[in-house]
């Protein structure tokens, strides 16, 4: 009989014998007002660009009219002391989401660099920066310095694009295309190398100008890029289009040196140099 009358005596302090006798009047507006911001923040869509911001600011409105009612109209410590603790929270977490969706500066070099590249690709100011602040170095070389030089050069340490400036390609002493502003000076390398260690360049790549680039280390970017999805992704779109278009530049150099540059009805094409890959057929390359 003890335990029966302990768990009705815990039954009714939390469940009443009998419900409303009756019923109090209706709240101040404040109250309903609270509620309605609760209602319209769950219906916030998710596809929504600021929707943590949107909701955040919804929740932070409606505990403040619920502090009020509970200051002003209800007077009760429990519910002014909870909606502090709610409208803390989200003041917090208000401020780390609008300090993280802030507008990032860039300098004029790197800004016209993101908007390039990186912008097509939905990646934010925030993330590019972080990108950059991977290890990442600024070099400037003089015309005539050489970024590598073939048979000598490793292909592991670095992966760079040029900012500024341009760069000659030759392999044993001839022109084989050259790198302008925004491209990958390495791309070929990564892209040949990425499972093989203790690569060789080969081809000489010779600074033409004043040159300012950006280089990372490589397992370091690579171990980066693979926790960081829309970035891997956009970085290896960036690399096989640089790629495809150092193919297409040395292909259309290599014409213009051979017999076939007195040919007025060969061309190259990109489509051409896709089907003389997949044939694995030189010819293809040429159309008439």
Same mark, same amino acid.
Not at 137 to 166: C, M, Q, W
């Given at each position: ?18 419900? *409303? ?5 209706? &709240? ?7 509620? /309605? ?12 660009? @600021?929707?943590?911001? /949107? ?16 200051? *002003?109209?209800?007077?009760? +410590? ?22 993280? &969706?802030?507008?990032?500066? /860039? ?9 390039? /590249? ?8 925030? =993330? ?8 990442? $170095? ?33 392999? +044993? ?28 360049? !080969? ?11 950006? *280089?990372?280390?490589?397992? #370091?970017? &690579?171990?980066?890029? =693979? ?8 970085? !290896?779109?960036? #690399?096989? #289009? ?9 292909? $259309?150099?290599?014409?213009q040196r051979s017999e076939m540059r007195d040919n007025a009805d060969c061309d190259v094409t ?15 390359? @040429?159309?008439?």
């Amino acid at each position: 009989m003890g335990w029966d009358e302990n768990a009705t005596a815990v039954i009714e302090r939390f469940l009443p014998a009998t419900y *409303c006798p009756e019923w109090r009047p209706v &709240q101040n507006f404040t109250y309903h007002f609270s509620m /309605l911001i609760f209602l319209a923040a769950s219906a916030v869509p998710y596809t929504k660009k @600021y929707y943590v911001l /949107l909701l955040k600011g919804l929740y932070i409105l409606a505990c403040i009219m619920m502090l009020m009612w509970g200051t *002003c109209y209800w007077c009760t +410590k429990d519910i002014v002391m909870w909606s502090v603790l709610y409208l803390g929270q989200n003041v917090v977490q208000f401020l780390y989401v609008l300090y993280s &969706q802030r507008t990032v500066k /860039l300098p004029p070099d790197l800004e016209e660099l993101y908007c390039e /590249l990186f912008l097509p690709f939905n990646v934010t100011r925030p =993330e590019f920066k972080a990108l950059v602040n991977q290890n990442c $170095k600024f070099v400037n070389i003089s015309p005539g310095d050489k970024y590598a030089v073939e048979g000598h050069t490793t292909t592991d340490p670095r992966v760079s694009i040029l900012i500024s400036g341009s760069m000659n390609v030759t392999f +044993k002493g001839i022109y084989l295309h050259q790198i302008t502003e925004r491209q990958m000076i390495d791309s070929p390398e990564w892209n040949s190398t990425r499972i093989r260690r203790g690569e060789i360049f !080969q081809v000489t790549i010779e600074a033409d100008d004043p040159c300012y680039y950006m *280089c990372w280390n490589r397992e #370091r970017l &690579q171990y980066y890029l =693979e926790a960081n999805h829309k970035l891997e992704m956009a970085m !290896q779109y960036i #690399r096989g #289009r640089d790629v495809l278009q150092k193919v297409f530049s040395t292909t $259309k150099n290599a014409l213009q040196r051979s017999e076939m540059r007195d040919n007025a009805d060969c061309d190259v094409t990109m489509t051409g140099i896709r089907s003389g890959i997949v044939s694995e057929d030189p010819k293809a390359i @040429y159309t008439n």
